[in-house]
């Protein structure tokens, strides 16, 4: 009996606040499929079935104590089964060679690519000599070639010729896998061109309108903004980042204030709030309507109706669904005469987006913004007691509110973004107060003027304060970009961080009574794990061209060119925001570009490219432990540890840590997922994955056995 009470008094202290953990538990279970080593088969997912019944059975036909454990096990299988069909309804096809030729297809998207260029993303196409069952649904391709015959416009069909090959996947073991990514966009090829893009058919009547409603409203606001500023008012609006140059990116970056590019929930809301103003109050201002209708209620749904216009122009992406999906949370509370702003109501937007689009939980976007949201709300909640009125002077509330909304969403959403970028904008604090203001009160509103003016062809003078508006914020991110110490590098976590630190943090927001302060302890061990996560000593990229190795400056690359997305990735992980050629300039190698040599504690490694480094092979073996070769290598001499492209083919770009003396392994394809590299049966030579020994070491082995 008492343990019977034990569980009521228990119940009882947290009745109504139990369902946000719903969210949490679904998400927890859409999480354990993603980190599964291989492809779920049908027996997972009967179990996951059979286990969503008897929770739903223990739920609605159970004692009321059985009810958390029922809705837990029920939100975990439903985790489970929700990414278990989004993997098969977005099948399509991924490129399987490297192909050259031909390319058509029409323009969904235009943005830009790291490298500075414009980048296509291109659907309905046709490659030569490829049947439609091989041929991906969708292709992005870089235009790095110098002349354009025509400015490319979404809804276009092109043709040009370039070089495609299937998403690469990490560039080390447990990095950023890109493949999947592309998987779940339907992406199955990537590339670039040097040639000209031609146009090979205009777009159809009555297709993609708004892609090109965005693609013309982009145009006319550069031609009246023809500046850097005009550039980030329209990606701003509209979601086309395309005339945004890298120096400006990179500074929005440095200075914490990329998320006011982005077309996030902070810009949404900006928008929302100006329009549900200016409605509810235009209608207050006709006294026999406002007596008659919910002044509240109209300017709901014509917000809720702009919202959804908003999320169409922008392109549907996921950042812009998920801001879509709680606005309408917070109006339909409004027309609901509920709270709007409740862990319940980012609990639903939550639970929505998670079913429709698990992979959504890995993206950086759902994490920070989530994060963001659920610490403003609650910290709110827990300031709210001290800000009543007539407690602080109602000047200070305004600034208040700014700069804890600030402190507030940076701590909570920072550590995702450290860990995303690899880097942490030390004043992002200070720029933020500085620009987030003018970003509500001047360029949304600017730009929501602009667009209820524009048929009457006054949209001129909000262009220009919008203009104004995004000037004062660029010249802030160059401003506090530049400052001494602006960024610092961050190194990336081990896979146990960030659980530890979101579900830590989320018992202390959900948990109800002093028990909550008990997830502060997962939270301080996962920050303990960060600050010592260790790196590998070495690295070797997918094709065996580039390494880099640990040295007394920092990570050491085998050369200064090439492989440029692996060498930046690995400095970044590492937290290095050295640039790829100075880091290729450090102390560490020796010899000739075609065999360098390096020397890892007791372990000499040569590196051998082309075809002099081939035909060195034999000689170097009697001198090294490990050759890497960039180069396929039939038959490999007696006694002699090669990673040669082969191996690596098979393996994925591979790690190599301290042990004892030597140097431990790890492949990164280890993984057999519908997006993963296909993984053959035929197992390793053993000798592949053995740890590297001294020869010394070697040696005595053998005299002892």
Request: charged share 15%.
């Given at each position: 009996?008492?343990?019977?009470?034990?569980?009521?008094?228990?119940?009882?202290?947290?009745?109504?606040?139990?369902?946000?953990?719903?969210?949490?538990?679904?998400?927890?279970?859409?999480?354990?499929?993603?980190?599964?080593?291989?492809?779920?088969?049908?027996?997972?997912?009967?179990?996951?079935?059979?286990?969503?019944?008897?929770?739903?059975?223990?739920?609605?036909?159970?004692?009321?104590?059985?009810?958390?454990?029922?809705?837990?096990?029920?939100?975990?299988?439903?985790?489970?089964?929700?990414?278990?069909?989004?993997?098969?309804?977005?099948?399509?096809?991924?490129?399987?060679?490297?192909?050259?030729?031909?390319?058509?297809?029409?323009?969904?998207?235009?943005?830009?690519?790291?490298?500075?260029?414009?980048?296509?993303?291109l659907d309905r196409v046709v490659l030569e000599r490829?049947?439609?069952?091989?041929?991906?649904?969708?292709?992005?391709?870089?235009?790095?070639?110098?002349?354009?015959?025509?400015?490319?416009?979404?809804?276009?069909?092109?043709?040009?010729?370039?070089?495609?090959?299937?998403?690469?996947?990490?560039?080390?073991?447990?990095?950023?896998?890109?493949?999947?990514?592309?998987?779940?966009?339907?992406?199955?090829?990537?590339?670039?061109?040097?040639?000209?893009?031609?146009?090979?058919?205009?777009?159809?009547?009555?297709?993609?309108?708004?892609?090109?409603?965005?693609?013309?409203?982009?145009?006319?606001?550069?031609?009246?903004?023809?500046?850097?500023?005009?550039?980030?008012?329209?990606?701003?609006?509209?979601?086309?980042?395309?005339?945004?140059?890298?120096?400006?990116?990179?500074?929005?970056?440095?200075?914490?204030?990329?998320?006011?590019?982005?077309?996030?929930?902070?810009?949404?809301?900006?928008?929302?709030?100006?329009?549900?103003?200016?409605?509810?109050?235009?209608?207050?201002?006709?006294?026999?309507?406002?007596?008659?209708?919910?002044?509240?209620?109209?300017?709901?749904?014509?917000?809720?109706?702009?919202?959804?216009?908003?999320?169409?122009?922008?392109?549907?992406?996921?950042?812009?669904?998920?801001?879509?999906?709680?606005?309408?949370?917070?109006?339909?509370?409004?027309?609901?005469?509920?709270?709007?702003?409740?862990?319940?109501?980012?609990?639903?937007?939550?639970?929505?987006?998670?079913?429709?689009?698990?992979?959504?939980?890995?993206?950086?976007?759902?994490?920070?913004?989530?994060?963001?949201?659920?610490?403003?709300?609650?910290?709110?909640?827990?300031?709210?007691?001290?800000?009543?009125?007539?407690?602080?002077?109602?000047?200070?509330?305004?600034?208040?509110?700014?700069?804890?909304?600030?402190?507030?969403?940076?701590?909570?959403?920072?550590?995702?973004?450290?860990?995303?970028?690899?880097?942490?904008?030390?004043?992002?604090?200070?720029?933020?107060?500085?620009?987030?203001?003018?970003?509500?009160?001047?360029?949304?509103?600017?730009?929501?003027?602009?667009?209820?003016l524009a048929p009457l062809g006054l949209s001129a003078?909000?262009?220009?304060?919008?203009?104004?508006?995004?000037?004062?914020?660029?010249?802030?991110?160059?401003?506090?970009?530049?400052?001494?110490?602006?960024?610092?590098?961050?190194?990336?976590?081990?896979?146990?961080?960030?659980?530890?630190?979101?579900?830590?943090?989320?018992?202390?927001?959900?948990?109800?009574?002093?028990?909550?302060?008990?997830?502060?302890?997962?939270?301080?061990?996962?920050?303990?794990?960060?600050?010592?996560?260790?790196?590998?000593?070495?690295?070797?990229?997918?094709?065996?061209s580039l390494i880099g190795v640990t040295g007394p400056?920092?990570?050491?690359?085998?050369?200064?060119?090439?492989?440029?997305?692996?060498?930046?990735?690995?400095?970044?992980?590492?937290?290095?925001?050295?640039?790829?050629?100075?880091?290729?300039?450090?102390?560490?190698?020796?010899?000739?570009?075609?065999?360098?040599?390096?020397?890892?504690?007791?372990?000499?490694?040569?590196?051998?490219?082309?075809?002099?480094?081939?035909?060195?092979?034999?000689?170097?073996?009697?001198?090294?432990?490990?050759?890497?070769?960039?180069?396929?290598?039939?038959?490999?001499?007696?006694?002699?540890?090669?990673?040669?492209?082969?191996?690596?083919?098979?393996?994925?770009?591979?790690?190599?840590?301290?042990?004892?003396?030597?140097?431990?392994?790890?492949?990164?394809?280890?993984?057999?997922?519908?997006?993963?590299?296909?993984?053959?049966?035929?197992?390793?030579?053993?000798?592949?994955?053995?740890?590297?020994?001294?020869?010394?070491?070697?040696?005595?082995?053998?005299?002892?056995?």
């Open positions: 009996m008492r343990n019977l009470h034990l569980i009521d008094t228990f119940l009882e202290g947290q009745r109504g606040h139990l369902f946000p953990w719903v969210a949490v538990f679904i998400g927890l279970g859409a999480s354990l499929w993603f980190v599964l080593p291989q492809e779920p088969g049908a027996a997972v997912y009967g179990v996951a079935a059979v286990t969503l019944g008897i929770g739903a059975v223990m739920r609605f036909a159970g004692n009321e104590r059985g009810y958390p454990v029922a809705v837990m096990l029920a939100c975990l299988a439903l985790g489970v089964l929700a990414a278990g069909v989004r993997v098969h309804t977005v099948a399509s096809p991924t490129l399987d060679f490297r192909y050259y030729g031909p390319v058509q297809g029409r323009i969904v998207w235009i943005d830009r690519s790291q490298s500075d260029v414009i980048r296509l993303t490829t049947t439609p069952e091989r041929t991906p649904d969708r292709v992005r391709v870089s235009l790095h070639g110098k002349e354009t015959y025509h400015e490319p416009k979404a809804g276009q069909t092109v043709i040009l010729t370039g070089h495609l090959s299937a998403p690469d996947g990490p560039v080390e073991p447990g990095g950023f896998d890109f493949r999947r990514m592309a998987y779940f966009e339907r992406l199955g090829a990537v590339g670039y061109t040097r040639n000209p893009v031609l146009l090979w058919q205009p777009p159809e009547a009555g297709t993609q309108t708004v892609d090109r409603m965005r693609s013309h409203l982009a145009t006319a606001m550069l031609r009246a903004m023809p500046s850097e500023a005009g550039a980030f008012a329209t990606g701003a609006m509209t979601g086309d980042r395309s005339a945004i140059s890298q120096d400006t990116a990179a500074a929005l970056r440095d200075s914490g204030l990329a998320h006011l590019l982005a077309i996030s929930g902070m810009n949404l809301a900006f928008l929302i709030a100006f329009v549900f103003a200016l409605i509810r109050y235009g209608v207050a201002l006709i006294p026999p309507l406002a007596l008659r209708v919910s002044a509240k209620k109209i300017a709901a749904l014509v917000s809720l109706g702009v919202a959804f216009f908003y999320l169409l122009l922008s392109g549907s992406n996921v950042a812009t669904e998920r801001a879509f999906i709680m606005v309408t949370v917070m109006l339909g509370a409004v027309l609901l005469d509920r709270q709007a702003l409740t862990l319940r109501s980012v609990a639903l937007a939550g639970i929505i987006l998670i079913l429709w689009k698990p992979e959504s939980l890995l993206a950086p976007g759902f994490q920070m913004s989530f994060a963001a949201t659920t610490a403003l709300i609650a910290g709110f909640a827990a300031m709210q007691d001290r800000m009543e009125p007539g407690r602080v002077p109602r000047w200070v509330v305004p600034l208040v509110t700014l700069v804890m909304s600030s402190v507030i969403g940076g701590l909570a959403s920072g550590p995702y973004a450290a860990a995303s970028f690899n880097r942490y904008a030390d004043f992002g604090l200070l720029a933020n107060l500085l620009t987030v203001p003018v970003m509500g009160a001047v360029v949304m509103p600017a730009g929501a003027m602009a667009a209820l003078i909000p262009l220009w304060v919008m203009e104004m508006g995004s000037a004062w914020i660029l010249s802030v991110a160059h401003w506090v970009a530049g400052l001494e110490g602006a960024v610092t590098g961050v190194v990336s976590p081990s896979a146990s961080v960030f659980p530890l630190i979101t579900l830590g943090m989320l018992w202390v927001i959900l948990w109800q009574g002093k028990l909550r302060f008990a997830g502060l302890v997962p939270v301080m061990l996962a920050l303990w794990f960060w600050s010592d996560a260790p790196r590998p000593a070495l690295l070797v990229a997918r094709d065996g400056e920092g990570r050491v690359l085998s050369k200064e060119r090439g492989a440029g997305f692996a060498a930046r990735s690995w400095l970044e992980n590492d937290g290095d925001l050295e640039e790829a050629e100075l880091a290729a300039a450090r102390e560490g190698f020796a010899g000739p570009r075609n065999a360098r040599t390096i020397t890892l504690g007791s372990i000499r490694i040569v590196v051998l490219t082309g075809k002099t480094g081939l035909a060195q092979v034999k000689s170097a073996c009697s001198q090294t432990e490990l050759i890497i070769l960039a180069a396929p290598l039939p038959d490999p001499p007696e006694g002699c540890r090669v990673v040669d492209q082969t191996l690596l083919t098979r393996t994925g770009p591979l790690a190599f840590w301290p042990e004892g003396d030597g140097l431990r392994v790890q492949m990164t394809e280890t993984a057999s997922r519908r997006w993963s590299h296909p993984i053959t049966s035929e197992p390793l030579p053993q000798a592949a994955l053995a740890p590297v020994l001294p020869r010394r070491s070697a040696t005595a082995d053998s005299h002892q056995e």
